[in-house]
């Protein structure tokens, strides 16, 4: 299985920003996948994750996840970006013993 993440880039404060991830091999069974982010000298925190029925949860609003299963895609929205978002973005899928995708950066200007 591998996760292939897109999307990340600079924006300035205020803007959106979509990531996606795209998910190949053998991808099976009801899942859960979602998206983490890591901040310079921060832990590892969980974003956005969603079940293959559309169950979804979010830390925040501005942070719309959504997913395609026939794709195996799952992307997030990112809206009214602030600085402290600056952070690389990996997605994830929670299956077997889990696999990340490579991370993205995301850089939010003030």
């Known amino acids: 299985v591998q996760l292939q993440a897109s999307g990340g880039g600079l924006v300035q404060a205020g803007e959106s920003l979509r990531l996606s991830c795209a998910a190949s091999?053998?991808?099976?069974?009801?899942?859960?996948m979602g998206w983490y982010r890591q901040a310079p000298g921060k832990q590892r925190e969980r974003v956005a994750t969603?079940?293959?029925?559309g169950f979804s949860n979010s830390i925040d609003s501005r942070f719309i996840i959504s997913r395609d299963n026939d794709k195996n895609t799952v992307s997030l929205q990112m809206n009214s970006l602030k600085p402290e978002d600056t952070a690389v973005y990996y997605c994830y899928l929670a299956q077997d013993s889990g696999y990340w995708g490579q991370g993205t950066l995301v850089t939010v200007s003030s």
């Open positions: 969603i079940h293959y029925s």
């Open positions: 091999g053998s991808i099976f069974g009801r899942n859960v």
